[in-house]
């Protein structure tokens, strides 16, 4: 007798975005029409079949950079897929925050800030100022805005999304 799922738990695959193909997802979300859609909202499983399946491409980007031992490609293979995953990983994390009934922009301002105190700091240090205390208070504020979107981020898949229409978009479950 076969198991039946209930509504509330979907299996992952079933809950995979439009033909439920890992493949198909991986294709359209990487490399398709989601490469760079901030609008709608995103399950948890489409947020983990993304991680899993970039983490894989990375492995086997490693295994090829270690079999072929030329640093020159390493550096430009990494510093490629590095800059072609922001723009798919920030839509990705902009649908599950829409998922979530959150607004996105929180995200952005945390990194606008690390980002701006980061610099700050580096220019100090980098021209030798003499900032005193303010530098102290710098590394505090850059590590607690870091902290705080580093435990943003590493929720975002554990998170049950709205199982109704909100502002970003219907439901999708």
Not at 84 to 89: D, E, F, G, R
Not at 109 to 127: D, N, Q
Not at 151 to 160: D, E, G, M, Q, R
């Amino acid at each position: 007798m076969e198991k039946e799922l209930s509504p509330t738990h979907p299996s992952l695959v079933e809950s995979l975005p439009a033909d439920s193909s890992w493949w198909t997802f991986f294709r359209t979300d990487l490399f398709g029409r989601n490469y760079a859609k901030f609008k709608g909202r995103a399950s948890r499983s489409e947020y983990w079949a993304f991680c899993i399946m970039t983490l894989g491409l990375n492995i086997v980007l490693a295994i090829l950079a270690g079999a072929l031992s030329n640093e020159i490609f390493d550096i430009v293979v990494y510093l490629f897929m590095s800059f072609y995953y922001i723009i798919p990983n920030f839509a990705l994390m902009s649908r599950r925050c829409h998922d979530l009934n959150w607004s996105f922009k929180r995200v952005v301002y945390a990194y606008i800030l690390v980002g701006l105190l980061a610099g700050i700091f580096w220019v100090s240090r980098h021209f030798r100022l003499d900032l005193g205390d303010i530098n102290l208070i710098l590394v505090f504020l850059t590590i607690s805005v870091a902290l705080y979107l580093l435990f943003f981020i590493a929720t975002l898949p554990f998170f049950k999304g709205d199982r109704q229409d909100n502002r970003f978009g219907k439901n999708i479950y």
